[in-house]
Structure formats: C-alpha cells, structure tokens
C-alpha cells in the first residue's frame, strides 16, 4: 500500500482562488482587507515566513503592512506599534512574527493584540474561546491541518487522534478542533513513557514536535491518516519533516509531504482569517 499524498500547495492554491473572490467582493463594498506583520531582529527563518505572508497577501487581494525592528529595539517601541495599530481601523489583522528576541516577554507582546485582529488565534481571549468550543480565531497550522483532514475526507467522530507535541501554537489546539469534532485525543510529548504504543493505535496521527524523521513507519498504524507538522533541516541543506516519509507511505493510508504540505496551508489560513476580520468589521458597522 503506498499512501495517498495530501498536497497542501494544490489545496492551498484553490482556498486562496476562493479568498481572492472575497477580498474582491469586500473590495467592491469599500472595504480593503488590511494584515500588518511586525518582525523584531534578523532571524533568517522568520524573514522568510513574514516574506511569504506579504506575497500570499498581495495575490489574494489583501493589503500588508510590514514594520521591522532592529534585534536590540526597545519592547517599548514595538507595543507602541501595535496600540498605533490596533486603533487603525483600516487594519484589520495584527501578527508579530515569533519567535521574538530573549528581552521580550512574548505573551505580554501577543496580549498587547487586540483579541479581534488577533489573526494569529493566540491572545488568551481567541484561546479561552476556542477551548469552549466557540472559536473566534483558529490558530493557522491547526486550523490549516483540519482543511486538509476535510480534503481527503477523514471519518473524524469516533476516530483515535494522537498529537505528538503540546505546544501552544499547535499541539494544544490542535487537540482541541479534533476534540470538538468527535476525536478521541491523546497529546503525547517529551515525558510520554511509550510512545509506540500510542501513535500505533492512531487513526489520525498529527506530529509537530521538531525532530526530523522521529516517526517511522513501524509507529504507524495501517492506514492511518498522517500530518506532519514539522519542518526540519538536514546537514545537507534539504529539509525534511517529523515523520519518515520513506518509511511513513508505506504503511499510512494518507500523509502529507514536507516541504509541500502544512507549510503553505498555514499563511493561506492566516489569509482566512484576515478576511474574517474583515468581514466581521464591516457587518459589526452595519448594525
């Protein structure tokens, strides 16, 4: 059995053919959906990432803001910003790119957000409200893997999910969409005893911890369903995810590739959530 191969650059191509018909159809209302990114320092990675949102943003129709910030600037400087920011009303979504210099305290940064630009999903008022099962804003990786679950349509109720990794940005929430949808969860992480015998009986196997190639295909059950989060480099410069994908396809029913799979599914639900916000603006000063 070799698996199915979940592209998530051809996903992505269509759901942002879809937002640029929205952005144009706010546009034609006067409403011009706006995402300002703010980077601190010169971390390679990050600069990548935040080049990436801003074309993603200008092929679907969505205006950026970029502001970048020398790696010693003053915290105070960059809150500024985002207060100047959250009063604009032209700006509909906030993102500061992570991770942030080491004298920034980076949940006081993210909770400076106002929670209705919070595109990200990570102010404590979008995560209160995705924990009660009434999301406000998805987390876009989470949210990005859900779409592509749906795509290839994955039985979810009932189904055994095991999340590897119990991060804030992934893990957590990513444990929670699979929750509210029928799942039965189990987070596995650093202090898990066995973690064979958790990811072997998964149906859905989502990994997003960091380590390249940790899952192979011997942790897979037959025809499981595999996400892989992870984007890891190798010595010799190619990049590889958390699972084994040699190894992986195999064994798993449906698995996403890296580079190729998550990656590009992230900014365009970031895009998703921008035009949200958009969209909830313009139907909040129609009533």
């Known amino acids: 059995m070799t698996a199915k191969i979940i592209d ?12 640029a018909e929205r952005a144009a159809a706010l546009s034609a209302k006067g409403v011009t959906p706006c995402l300002a990114v703010i980077l601190v320092g ?3 990675a990050s600069a990548v990432y935040v080049r990436n949102k801003v074309a993603g943003c200008e092929k679907a129709g969505i205006r950026s803001l970029k502001f970048v910030y020398a790696a010693d600037a003053k915290p105070e400087e960059v ?3 985002i207060a100047e920011l959250n009063a604009d009303a032209s700006v509909h979504g906030i993102l500061v790119q992570l991770p942030l ?23 404590a008022e979008n995560v209160g409200a995705l924990a009660q099962g009434n999301p406000r804003f ?6 990005g893997v859900m779409k592509m679950l749906e795509s290839v349509g994955t039985a979810l109720k009932g189904a055994e999910a095991v999340i590897v990794g119990r991060s804030n940005i992934v893990g957590k929430p990513m444990a929670l969409l699979l929750l509210a949808q029928g799942c039965t969860v189990t987070v596995c992480h650093s202090q898990t005893r066995d973690l064979n015998f958790h990811t072997r009986r998964a149906d859905i196997l989502v990994a997003a911890v960091g380590r390249p190639k940790m899952i192979t295909g011997d942790m897979i059950k037959p025809g499981a369903t595999v996400i892989d989060v992870g984007i890891n480099r190798l010595p010799d410069g190619k990049l590889c995810g958390d699972v084994d994908f040699d190894s992986a396809k195999d064994v798993a029913g449906a698995i996403t590739p890296v580079p190729g799979g998550v990656g590009p599914m992230t900014i365009t639900m970031l895009l998703t959530n921008t035009l949200e916000a958009a969209e909830r603006r313009l139907q909040g000063e129609k009533k």
């Open 101 to 123: 210099p080491k004298h920034f305290d980076s949940d006081a940064v993210l909770e400076a957000i106002d929670a209705d630009k919070d595109v990200d999903g990570f102010h």
């Open 79 to 81: 809150f500024a910003k």
């Open 42 to 44: 010169e971390d390679p």
């Open 8 to 19: 998530g650059n051809a996903l992505s191509a269509t759901l942002r053919g879809q937002l």
């Open 138 to 143: 998805i987390p876009c990786t989470p949210y």
